[in-house]
């Protein structure tokens, strides 16, 4: 079993930065890699980055311009740095483990609020 905790989301001006952070807890050694997910109001949830456990990154080509993902080893977490903040990016944000046997763990989520 993993356990994943969001947070760091909030209201934000357009234009603005957040940090989004997930700790992992559980059985971590069975995780493969590690995501973000948004999902805005009324559309499907979408993958923003993925880590695996060496740290490659894999971003969708809408999402490499202000999305940075990263991971702290040390600590058991993942975080998501966004930049340029745009309304559209708003949604709740999710975090997700993959494990080796393909399972999906999920995290409860933040909102995240962007205002024009």
């Known amino acids: 079993q993993v356990q994943l905790v969001e947070s760091g989301g909030g209201l934000v001006q357009a234009g603005g930065s957040l940090r989004l952070s997930c700790a992992a807890s559980g059985s971590l050694f069975i995780i493969k890699t590690m995501g973000w997910y948004r999902q805005a109001p009324g559309k499907q949830r979408e993958l923003v980055a993925s880590?695996?456990?060496?740290?490659?990154?894999n971003y969708p080509d809408s999402m490499k311009d202000r999305f940075t993902i990263s991971r702290d080893n040390a600590k058991n977490t993942v975080y998501l740095q966004v930049g340029s903040l745009r309304p559209e990016d708003t949604g709740r944000y999710y975090c997700n483990a993959a494990t080796w046997r393909n399972w999906y763990y999920w995290g409860q989520g933040t909102q995240v609020n962007v205002s024009s």
């Open positions: 880590i695996t456990r060496d740290g490659s990154t």
